[in-house]
């Protein structure tokens, strides 16, 4: 039976509607289970020492006084652990010229980043592997550290690998039109330079593993903090010698991830291997200094840009050359070039018109590896583009709002494909900049903005669009070699007592997966939303799927929950069908309840009906189908991704005596398809708003020239706290997908996407009247009295 979602009236309606989180009591009431909660009998602890070079060769390592020491079960160098574990090279066959040095769980014979592990210990407990990892001598023949991208590639700059011949791991150039002939001709040329600074995420848990070979029955069991189950479970069996079925991967809760978690880091695997040797658990728990060295940073980019226009305003051509550093490998298995391959795919995206060159070069470099962070390359290509858009509207005499109702893609243009071959199905610029001048009252508040600034008070008001890159197909990675499941899988279960158990290979990273697959659920069989429990997060009893990453939960995890849980319906009616002895077309399924379709009088407790299948089953008709239980899997086809859109606005203040910036206000116009829960939605708005304004305004990871970090602590790493935060206020506009039944895109990485352009936007329409322009995030006061004073940076 097809559901019609706009209807708010119809039976068990869960879709579209607030439903609190099925798992938020427990979390509240402590009763969450993190990695390290989890004590196995026999259990070590590994603790890596790692590397205090930026770049230097590894002479010797001398461990005998710590193996010697108290409790200690084990020292692994790199040589050590090359014997069991295979090396990983990270690149992917789509992205033509990639490439990458093999990469060991333990530095062999370098060290390419401060903080590299080139060895490990296991003991008893934590304390005395750290006390033991002390012990370990290490002589080191320091190198010449490459750090600075700009010089990357030059002649005297050392090879980092030499078998690579260059530093240059990846490049890109996609033109479309002729952008060359239109910059030469077009009446207006606007041009500015973007750097975006390297940042990390923060997560509040830190990456966290427990991994358990059982040699009798020759089974590694891994308790992984991780976005994708199924994805690790590859990676263990391969590179340690398993059968994929051998290996188990359980992801219970996660403390955070955005992005962070969804990669293969050395110390990981490293734990993994020492597990397998010794036939024993071993627990390995980053500290926090651990994770502001060794977690993915992203973002590291100089961007020259160049747009060209006619007199009315109308966008001619647009000319994005990207520069990017990554660390001294990619980052396996969905490499580091991504990021720089989405700005080239995502710059002038919500804007019609025809001309585009965009060229990113990527290079190696001795600092932490660079991957996948949330929103990847969005953040980036926003700001560039909305940052052209802001700067030619400034130049022509335009309204920041009117130059893009000139220049945004028309909501009757869909399918439309943009000059980077994005296609898209349908998206909704106009329909969201109109909510967004409506919900920011924009007439009042650029009145507003015009009195304050006749007293002194420097305000202004930022405008961003964006569009954010959903439900990728196997176009993403299924070409590229990387064994990473672009389809999920959904199993849903009526026991005996009429509840139901759905388990879905998406995991719960804490943005409400286990509501979203709960609600749709329900309603797609037919029962209160609290007789459905959800289980993620287990490569051995959950359907095969891809995990959780690129915004593609709901849109791909949640639409197989609803064909199994539709599927498990009809075979429930069929079941009924037969107990009531009329034909279940007839019937239907409301709170748990058998119901006669047309008067929704009850027949029948979904209760007896388990009742007489489970145990009863010999008074059922012979032949009869009654299967309860129902796997569905579902995979994007049409589209090599579902795009979603939004804009956002900020409203700021910036005190021109201390370049300070206090964000007054943000708005943010979201357009996600089908939304399932609105307040998980908002929810996942704002935290990432709050993430982008994070790389806006405070987070940056510092380098002095040797490669050393210099603020990997809290104290001197900044990230965006309660007190700072503006009111954000959130929109929608609903342009579902017709590639689903569902119809639900993704908004994990729409805030995070749009706001830092926004607030850029801001900053420079409230300094503009002081003669200054800030285009380096963070965009910290010292950055803005620079600005405003043209003081040298």
Same mark, same amino acid.
């Given at each position: ?12 309606? %869960? ?18 289970? %993190? ?30 006084? +710590? ?43 370098? $060290? ?54 260059? @530093? ?11 952008? #060359? ?20 995420? &923060? ?11 059982? /040699? ?12 994708? !189950? ?6 263990? #069996? ?8 051998? &290996? ?21 695997? $490293? ?18 200094? =651990? ?22 305003? /109308? ?17 396996? !298995? ?10 080239? @795919? ?16 990527? &290079? ?60 898209? =199905? ?11 001048? =409506?919900?920011?009252?924009?007439? +009042? ?37 990387? /064994? *990473? ?38 309603? #797609? ?6 007789? &459905? ?25 949640? =639409?197989?929950?609803?064909? $199994? ?59 009869? !189908? /009654? ?11 049409? %589209? ?35 939304? *399932? ?18 790389? +806006? ?14 603020? +990997?602590?809290?104290?001197? %790493? ?42 850029? @936007? ?6 503009? !009247? ?24």
């Amino acid at each position: 039976m097809s559901i019609r979602f706009d209807n708010p009236d119809r039976p068990n309606s %869960y879709i579209g509607r607030t439903v609190p989180r099925p798992n938020a009591r427990r979390l509240v009431e402590g009763r969450g289970r %993190y990695v390290d909660d989890i004590v196995l009998p026999r259990m070590l602890h590994a603790v890596f020492l790692r590397s205090p070079y930026a770049h230097a060769r590894i002479l010797s390592i001398d461990t005998e006084v +710590a193996r010697a020491a108290s409790g200690v079960r084990g020292v692994f160098t790199g040589a050590d652990l090359a014997k069991h574990c295979t090396p990983w090279v990270a690149v992917l066959e789509h992205l033509k010229g990639l490439k990458s040095a093999p990469q060991h769980p333990i530095a062999v014979d370098r $060290a390419t980043w401060s903080g590299e592990a080139v060895a490990a210990v296991v003991a008893d407990t934590r304390a005395q592997a750290e006390e033991a990892a002390a012990l370990i001598e290490v002589e080191y023949e320091p190198l010449q550290p490459v750090t600075d991208m700009r010089t990357a590639l030059d002649p005297e700059t050392p090879v980092l690998h030499p078998d690579l011949g260059d @530093n240059l791991t990846f490049q890109r150039e996609h033109v479309s039109g002729n952008p #060359a002939e239109v910059m030469r001709s077009a009446p207006v040329i606007v041009e500015s330079r973007f750097k975006t600074g390297r940042h990390t995420g &923060v997560c509040v848990e830190p990456r966290s593993i427990l991994a358990d070979y059982n /040699r009798s029955e020759k089974q590694l069991t891994v308790y992984h903090s991780t976005q994708a !189950p199924h994805m690790m479970q590859v990676v263990f #069996a391969e590179h340690l010698g398993l059968p994929e079925g051998a &290996v188990r991967v359980i992801c219970g809760d996660v403390g955070g991830s955005f992005g962070i978690k969804v990669h293969v880091y050395p110390d990981e695997v $490293a734990t993994a291997t020492i597990s397998k040797i010794l036939g024993r658990p071993v627990k390995f728990i980053a500290d926090r200094l =651990e994770s502001f060295a060794t977690d993915i940073h992203a973002r590291d980019h100089e961007i020259d840009a160049r747009m060209a226009l006619d007199e009315d305003g /109308r966008i001619l051509a647009l000319d994005i050359e990207d520069l990017t550093g990554i660390g001294p490998y990619s980052v396996y !298995p969905r490499t580091s070039a991504i990021e720089g391959n989405q700005v080239v @795919n995502l710059c002038g995206g919500p804007y019609d018109f025809a001309h585009y060159r965009a060229r990113t070069t990527v &290079v190696l470099q001795n600092k932490s590896p660079t991957c996948q962070y949330r929103a990847v390359g969005h953040p980036i290509a926003a700001a560039v583009t909305e940052g052209m858009v802001d700067l030619a509207a400034e130049k022509l005499g335009l309204d920041p709002i009117e130059i893009r109702r000139r220049n945004l893609i028309s909501d009757d243009a869909y399918p439309y494909t943009s000059p980077a071959n994005m296609r898209f =199905e349908g998206l909704s610029h106009h329909q969201s900049l109109n909510k967004l001048v =409506e919900m920011m009252d924009y007439t +009042a508040l650029r009145a507003e903005q015009a009195s304050l600034r006749e007293k002194g008070v420097y305000r202004g008001i930022g405008i961003a669009s964006f569009i954010e890159l959903t439900n990728p197909s196997p176009f993403m990675y299924g070409i590229g070699g990387a /064994r *990473i499941s672009a389809q999920d899988g959904c199993t849903v279960r009526m026991d005996p007592d009429g509840s139901v158990v759905a388990m879905s290979g998406v995991t719960e990273q804490g943005q409400g997966t286990e509501a979203m697959l709960a609600q749709i659920t329900a309603e #797609a069989v037919g029962v209160p939303v609290g007789r &459905v429990r959800v289980i993620t997060g287990d490569t051995q009893t959950t359907p095969y799927g891809g995990g959780t990453w690129a915004s593609r939960g709901a849109g791909i995890g949640g =639409e197989a929950a609803l064909q $199994a849980g539709r599927a498990l319906r009809g075979n429930i009616l069929t079941v009924a069908g037969a107990m009531l002895q009329c034909a279940p077309e007839t019937l239907d399924i409301v709170d748990g309840q058998i119901v006669d379709l047309g008067t929704n009088t009850a027949r029948m407790p979904l209760a007896e009906l388990g009742r007489v299948v489970y145990f009863r089953g010999d008074t059922l008709p012979k032949g009869l !189908p /009654r299967e309860l239980v129902v796997t569905r899997h579902y995979i994007t086809s049409d %589209y090599p991704f579902a795009f979603t859109n939004g804009i956002q606005a900020s409203y700021v203040e910036v005190d021109p005596e201390t370049g300070f910036v206090t964000l007054l206000k943000h708005w943010c116009v979201e357009d996600c398809g089908r939304v *399932i829960n609105p307040q998980l939605v908002d929810e996942q708005i704002r935290g990432g708003i709050v993430q982008g304004i994070g790389g +806006a305004l405070y987070e940056e990871s510092l380098y002095d020239a040797e490669g050393q970090l210099l603020n +990997a602590n809290m104290a001197d %790493y900044l990230v965006p706290m309660a007190a700072e935060m503006p009111d954000m206020i959130i929109g929608h506009v609903e342009t579902p997908t017709r590639e689903s039944e569902l119809g639900a895109k993704g908004a994990g990485e729409a805030g995070t996407a749009g706001a830092p352009a926004a607030v850029m @936007n801001a900053i420079n329409d409230a300094i503009r !009247p002081l003669g200054g322009r800030v285009t380096s995030m963070p965009m910290t006061p010292e950055r803005i009295l620079r600005s405003i004073h043209s003081l040298p940076e």
